[in-house]
């Protein structure tokens, strides 16, 4: 298995441009998260889904949509590109049975840029 | 919501014992997790506790206190490889939260 698998693993972009982050998993999780991780801090979730076709906002979901059509994929989408989202972003994805331990499993993380 | 508080830094010499204590405050609590994160990699899971007391794996164990609202990881055996952060993660019904991380440094 891939795992959680990640691209790009960097961008620069000008600001006001647009870009989307590529998320996969072949583990067939049911949850994914994406988060942004700023140097020296922890992770801060951006958004979140349960399940193919839903999805939920995080902490800090301003300036970003995702969508997660189904089970294996779950991009993230920045329009109109701020410095304010220069970062390190990490996709993870678990599973959710009916026992409350979960383990989430990262992906190697796209760090981006914005000038 | 929720929030977490874990020391920013640890500085200890090989074969050391560190503990990082984390406690929080949260609207609804399922469990408390570790995970370990070396400098320019990503998160990996260390442990979770969802009941109170002691999980054992390996060197590393982790403690949990609900009624506290406190846990710790307790790194033993310290060896270089073991300089990472480690960040302490809340889960309620939906998502985890994570604590702004501890930096463990490992000395000769």
């Known amino acids: 298995n891939a795992g959680v698998t990640q691209t790009p693993k960097f961008r620069i972009l000008k600001i006001g441009q647009s870009m989307t982050l590529q998320c996969a998993q072949d583990m067939n999780h049911n949850y994914m998260y994406w988060y942004r991780q700023d140097p020296g801090m922890g992770l801060k979730l951006i958004y979140y889904?349960?399940?193919?076709?839903?999805?939920d906002k995080g902490e800090v979901p301003n300036g970003y949509n995702v969508s997660r059509s189904t089970t294996e994929y779950f991009p993230l989408r920045l329009e109109l590109a701020a410095p304010s989202q220069t970062s390190v972003y990490f996709c993870a994805s678990s599973y959710r049975g009916d026992v409350n331990q979960e383990t989430q499993y990262f992906g190697p993380g796209t760090r981006l840029l914005v000038l | 919501g929720q929030s977490l508080e874990q020391p920013s830094e640890v500085t200890a010499v090989e074969g050391a014992i560190v503990q990082i204590n984390c406690t929080y405050q949260?609207?609804?609590?399922?469990?408390l997790s570790w995970y370990q994160q070396h400098d320019g990699g990503a998160p990996t899971f260390l442990s979770y506790?969802?009941?109170?007391g002691l999980e054992e794996t390996g060197r590393f164990s982790s403690f949990l206190s609900r009624s506290d609202s406190y846990g710790y990881l307790l790194l033993q055996e310290l060896q270089m490889k073991d300089s990472a952060s480690y960040f302490c993660?809340?889960?309620?019904?939906?998502?985890?939260?994570f604590g702004a991380g501890t930096t463990v440094t490992v000395r000769a």
């Open positions: 993660a809340v889960r309620d019904a939906s998502k985890l939260s």
């Open positions: 506790n969802g009941l109170d």
């Open positions: 949260t609207s609804g609590f399922y469990g």
């Open positions: 889904s349960v399940g193919a076709g839903i999805t």
